[in-house]
């Protein structure tokens, strides 16, 4: 991904699709890691604990490069395969989406089940507050007391963001900024003299 930013959807939404008597009620989630996506559809199974099929999917990570689908029962590739395939027509990704069908007793065949699975997950996308986030880089930098002000003025200039400050006569602060700043902060800050610094974590 050239950019520095990915986007996701800021709160819990849902939709609703019907066909035949059946019920597809649509929750998407934003989420950040697979433990999390775990709780979220053991909750979603307690939550509408009578319905036939929980299916999924979701997609994880700046380059959109983790992700899974499940179709819970139903044939294969008509219900995670469709809802997987909302997602990425709308571009997001630390989304997960979980479609629970209330079966009407009528079968609706597997080009009726793509359609429903892929229209309730449209539904709940097109009902979310759709955000745009920045990737960050987080450093943690060291260096002696004597370059405060100089390291203070590229962090001022920059516009860094800063956390866990310990000043002694060894400083440790704790760095973020947008990853496409990267290559000219970290260019600035080895300039300063007996300046150290460690990458953390992007995300």
Known sequence: ??????????????GLYKERGSRFIASAWPVSDQEEIRLIIDNIRK???????HC????LGNDRDIWRTNDDGEPSG????????QINSFDLTNVLIVVSRYFGGTL????GLINAYRTAA??????????????????????????MNDVMKILKDEAI????????????????FRASLREKVIERLARVEGLKYEHLNTH
């Open 78 to 85: 008509t219900a995670g395969r469709p809802i997987l395939g």
């Open 108 to 111: 609706l065949g597997v080009s």
């Open 56 to 59: 999924f999917a979701y997609m």
């Open 1 to 14: 991904m050239s950019s520095d930013t990915y986007t996701t959807i800021k709160n819990r939404s849902q």
């Open 161 to 176: 963001g800063q956390t866990d400050h310990l000043f002694d006569l060894e400083c440790r602060i704790k760095i973020s």
């Open 122 to 147: 449209r539904s709940a996308i097109e009902n979310a507050d759709i955000i745009e986030c920045t990737i960050n880089d987080y450093y943690e930098i060291i260096f002696p007391y004597d370059s």
């Open 47 to 53: 939550e509408y604990h009578d319905a036939r099929h």
